[in-house]
């Protein structure tokens, strides 16, 4: 199968006006100038690899779109199939919460989270993304360990993340913006949410136990099963070179410039979202994906919670990478695949997967059309008719 007269992103450059074809879910043969007859015609639209999406929070509110009104679980998992290929994400990574205190309340236990992560492994055949698991271990709560480790022992789980929530650093470094928040949001006065965030510092802190044997412990047993490991908010240079001796290979939303270069100069690749990045700024008064991205700091983008944010990031910081649309397209496919040891992904290069996205970039950009291993799983109709969707979007 062709796809002719398309902007090729490749790795390094742009094909201005090139052509690919497709045999056995693999790229075959890539050209620099139109063919003839080609089965796909792009009329001059972008074509992508697909996104490899690292970090997306969306498992959760699709199970249960609202406060205790929970769906089928097959229904949520579809739906959340349904956002990922619309984005043009081929592979995705549930991020999924093990962190039983948190504002979620049973969303976040181990055994809901336990749920949901078994039951996207046994859907993965019946869903049209690639779809694997991020499991985010809250390094304050080391009776959860178990429950990680028979995740990990039994194939469940593909990237462990180590949080830590706690006020007063990382995410929440700012204990009085924190409360502020709380205030706003749970209607309590100033002194209450206040007193709220102390209780919260003094619960985890009872709790936690020995962090850093805890650490040590998940770390070996990623290490022994292959799991990939990354920190989680970063805040400080000392965070950084903790988390690298403990075998992480990937900072994800590091919340300070400082926490950032460290981790580019202890070689993790720096992660941070899509959202972030589309906005211009940390909805919670982080760094900004686009201030780390003007200082070569920024490595990969992740949805975190808003997959069709990561097309119109891509384009946005395009315009000032230093490889242009190609250095800004690698965020979204190469380099997250080459950080979670996806090598048969993430380019558009001969014997590779194909995996890619069909998109314009007029606007803010728009994805026209998905395919996975040559295999069409999403198209809005605008593309040429010859395309056959395996399913209604």
Same mark, same amino acid.
């Given at each position: 199968?062709?796809f ?56 959760e509110?699709?199970?249960?779109p ?40 049973? +969303? ?12 996207l ?5 019946e ?31 593909? +990237?462990?993340?180590?949080t ?19 205030a ?11 007193h ?85 700024e940390?909805y919670?008064?982080n760094?900004s994906?686009?201030?780390a991205h003007?200082?070569? +700091? ?18 946005? +910081? ?18 997250p ?36 291993e040559?295999?069409a ?9 010859r ?7």
């Amino acid at each position: 199968m062709w796809f002719s007269n398309f902007r090729v992103v490749r790795a390094d450059r742009v094909i201005p006006n090139g052509a690919l074809r497709v045999e056995g879910g693999r790229i075959a043969e890539i050209r620099e100038t139109p063919v003839a007859g080609a089965e796909i015609e792009g009329d001059g639209l972008l074509l992508m690899p697909g996104f490899v999406d690292m970090h997306g929070d969306m498992i959760e509110r699709e199970v249960e779109p609202r406060p205790g009104v929970k769906m089928p679980m097959e229904l949520g998992l579809r739906d959340l199939d349904r956002r990922l290929k619309v984005a043009g994400v081929t592979t995705g990574y549930a991020a999924v919460s093990f962190n039983p205190q948190s504002l979620h309340g049973h +969303l976040r236990s181990h055994a809901h989270s336990s749920e949901m992560l078994r039951a996207l492994k046994r859907m993965r055949g019946e869903l049209k993304v690639d779809h694997r698991v991020h499991a985010r271990f809250e390094v304050n709560y080391p009776n959860g360990l178990s429950v990680v480790e028979a995740l990990i022992a039994e194939g469940t789980v593909d +990237l462990l993340s180590l949080t830590d929530h706690t006020p007063g650093q990382g995410q929440y470094r700012d204990i009085e913006a924190l409360a502020a928040k709380i205030a706003a949001s749970e209607g309590l006065a100033p002194d209450d949410a206040a007193h709220r965030v102390q209780e919260r510092i003094a619960e985890r802190r009872a709790a936690g136990g020995d962090t850093e044997a805890t650490i040590a412990q998940i770390a070996e047993v990623c290490a022994r099963h292959g799991i990939a490991l990354a920190s989680h908010d970063d805040d400080t240079a000392e965070k950084v070179a903790l988390m690298q001796a403990m075998g992480a290979v990937i900072s994800e939303f590091p919340v300070t410039l400082e926490a950032a270069a460290a981790a580019k100069e202890a070689g993790l690749l720096t992660a941070m979202g899509a959202p972030n990045a589309l906005r211009g700024e940390s909805y919670s008064g982080n760094l900004s994906a686009r201030e780390a991205h003007a200082a070569g +700091l920024l490595d990969i983008l992740a949805s975190d919670y808003h997959p069709s944010a990561i097309l119109p990031a891509v384009l946005i +910081l395009g315009r000032t990478d230093p490889d242009g649309l190609a250095g800004a397209v690698r965020l979204a496919s190469a380099n997250p695949a080459r950080a979670l040891g996806l090598s048969d992904r993430g380019e558009i290069a001969p014997g590779l997967r194909a995996d890619l996205v069909v998109a314009d970039d007029t606007g803010v950009g728009h994805v026209r059309a998905t395919f996975r291993e040559g295999r069409a799983i999403f198209s809005d109709g605008s593309v040429a008719e010859r395309v056959r969707t395996e399913g209604a979007v």
